[in-house]
């Protein structure tokens, strides 16, 4: 199996920063990128930063700039650095393993994580 966990995020003030950690664990030979997500009550969940294998990055327009995608100590974890946090920020913010190849050699499309959320606030 392979687990992807979120960590980080909770309450913060306009203008402040969050960061935000994720770890793939389980049994896998390899990930073809880890993107970070959000989705805000009443949205779509949207695709806002991303990091391939090769160390490409893709950041959403709302998020350039401001946020910051990048390894976390090792291969199968990735943090996100989230500054000038404004409210529309708020949302619940999940990791995702794209193209997970198992030891048994089996492509997962996509793992997810549970989530994380982050509130902006005064």
């Known amino acids: 199996q392979v687990h992807v966990v979120e960590s980080g995020g909770g309450l913060v003030q306009p203008g402040g920063s969050v960061r935000l950690s994720c770890k793939v664990s389980g049994s896998f030979r390899s990930i073809n990128a880890l993107g970070w997500y959000r989705q805000a009550p009443g949205n779509k969940r949207e695709n806002i930063a991303g990091?391939?294998?090769?160390?490409?990055?893709y950041y959403h327009d709302s998020v350039k700039g401001r946020f910051t995608i990048s390894r976390d100590g090792g291969e199968n974890t990735v943090a996100l650095r989230m500054n000038s946090l404004t409210p529309a920020d708020t949302a619940v913010y999940y990791c995702n393993a794209n193209r997970v190849i198992t030891m048994d050699g089996h492509e997962l499309v996509e793992v997810w994580g549970q989530g994380t959320l982050v509130t902006v606030t005064s």
């Open positions: 990091l391939t294998d090769g160390g490409s990055t």
